[in-house]
């Protein structure tokens, strides 16, 4: 039997694997967007806090991932469900390209337009959301896109605390030393993988361009 | 030209013993003592660092005096909320600082936007300040990249003017214009400035277009103001640095007289 065969054999097994597998990387990278944002922005408003929250996410970046969910696994709330607890390890790791990003687009915009606008009387507040913002969605959605493609790779490991996800099969093809059903979890994961990265790279596309080709 | 009396009009900006250092020490201004009257234009002059942005950028608080005071129309900027002085201060920048993803109109409009006019007064402004700065209506619904420099530069003028507010600070606005586009806009803001008589601080290194446009130059010299005098008294000027200024551009054929005839 091949791999497809198996594939379409399990089929509602697979696509249910899969939806948990989107399930978790939706939710972290959603979460890592609503955090990492917010303290990219941050960091743009006070320098002195640029070091600790990279270097920090950084060092998060470097735990190897099945070690990540070891640790949180005594965290209460958390470690008691499996998937709260991938969902969080996910999140910690999207969080450094969604940082690094939004400092870096926001910091990318050209300095004399934010002269410009603070010269003629906008308030930090119009600057960031009418100017910086809307100037830096390009770089910040390529942070989204870095960050999800990342998570689903990341998510396979997660089947190792139980969370589910395609890495079920991969984990229980490695178990079973069977080639097939290690492939049945890579390659749905994968192209998830892809799906997500030519996704977000469009809307990337689309929206960072705004700027700078006019709409018709 | 005749330069208005001071008594009659008035202090727009007054300078009282301003310095400005940075945090390490180093002065760019240094105990600066300049005014400026109601509906001049005066043109601060100097090389590249001679503090001539920084004095600018004192008047709509981009940067605050180390020492002394800056007084906008009778009131120091320490005593300005900053956001309502620098409303009431047209700014111009050297590539215009148009915002890229705004149309023409939307940044014309942007001062009136953020004070909340109602939208269709704000369009009317629009295609009034578009024609006073002579660009086409149709121009309205393009996009900065899509205008050259010389109607970018049209349009950062429009945008400073929007709100019609009294005093308009221009850093170099025509320095990365071809000759013939900024001899052409000089023209126009010499008409547009005797029209609207509003009280302009221009920024240029260029004598020539000092000797134009202002109605008294003030020459700056590492951080230090070393004249202020009307073009006319600043070409006989024997002070040395002012002389050291005017030999570096060699001959002068414009002076105040016969200007418009480039």
Request: proline share 5%; with cysteine.
């Amino acid at each position: 039997m091949n791999v497809f065969q198996f594939i379409s054999q399990n089929r509602t097994e697979v696509l249910e694997l899969t939806l948990e597998h989107l399930w978790m990387v939706g939710i972290s990278t959603l979460l890592a967007v609503i955090i990492g944002i917010p303290l990219g922005i941050l960091i743009t408003r006070r320098p002195a806090l640029n070091k600790p929250v990279i270097g920090s996410a950084n060092i998060i970046q470097t735990v190897p991932s099945l070690a990540l969910f070891g640790f949180l696994l005594p965290v209460p709330w958390i470690g008691a469900r499996a998937d709260r607890l991938a969902i969080l390890a996910l999140t910690l790791y999207a969080l450094l390209p969604l940082i690094r990003n939004t400092y870096a687009g926001i910091k990318g915009v050209d300095g004399s337009v934010i002269e410009a606008g603070r010269g003629m009387g906008m308030t930090d507040r119009q600057l960031l959301f009418q100017v910086e913002l809307p100037l830096a969605l390009g770089v910040i959605i390529a942070g989204v896109r870095v960050a999800a493609v990342i998570s689903v790779g990341l998510a396979t490991i997660a089947a190792a605390i139980g969370a589910g996800g395609l890495g079920e099969y991969i984990f229980r093809g490695l178990a079973m030393v069977n080639n097939q059903l290690i492939l049945a979890g890579a390659i749905p994961a994968a192209a998830l993988a892809l799906l997500c990265d030519v996704s977000l790279g469009w809307l990337e596309r689309r929206l960072g361009t705004r700027a700078i080709v006019p709409q018709s | 030209m005749s330069t208005d009396h001071p008594s009659k009009n008035g202090l727009a900006i007054e300078f009282r013993n301003v310095s400005y250092s940075f945090a390490e020490g180093s002065e760019l201004i240094s105990s600066l003592n300049l005014q400026v009257h109601r509906s001049e234009t005066l043109v601060l002059l100097g090389r590249s660092g001679s503090g001539k942005t920084t004095t600018l950028k004192l008047i709509n608080a981009l940067a605050s005096p180390t020492a002394g005071e800056v007084f906008v129309e009778g009131r120091s900027t320490s005593q300005w909320n900053t956001i309502r002085l620098r409303r009431g201060i047209g700014y111009v920048i050297q590539d215009a600082g148009l915002f890229p993803h705004f149309t023409v109109e939307q940044n014309i409009g942007l001062v009136p936007t953020i004070e909340n006019w109602p939208a269709d007064r704000i369009r009317q402004r629009v295609i009034e300040l578009l024609q006073v700065v002579g660009l086409d209506a149709s121009l309205a619904s393009r996009y900065p990249r899509e205008l050259s420099g010389g109607q970018r530069q049209r349009v950062g003028v429009a945008r400073a003017l929007a709100a019609d507010p009294p005093i308009l600070l221009m850093d170099e606005p025509f320095g990365a214009l071809d000759p013939i586009t900024r001899a052409e806009l000089q023209r126009e803001f010499l008409a547009l400035q005797r029209r609207l008589e509003k009280t302009v601080v221009f920024v240029t290194h260029d004598l020539r277009e000092a000797l134009l446009l202002g109605s008294r130059i003030a020459l700056m010299e590492a951080g230090k103001l070393v004249a202020a005098l009307p073009p006319d008294e600043f070409v006989r000027s024997t002070d040395p640095l002012v002389k050291q200024y005017l030999d570096a551009f060699g001959e002068l054929p414009t002076t105040n007289g016969n200007r418009g005839c480039a």
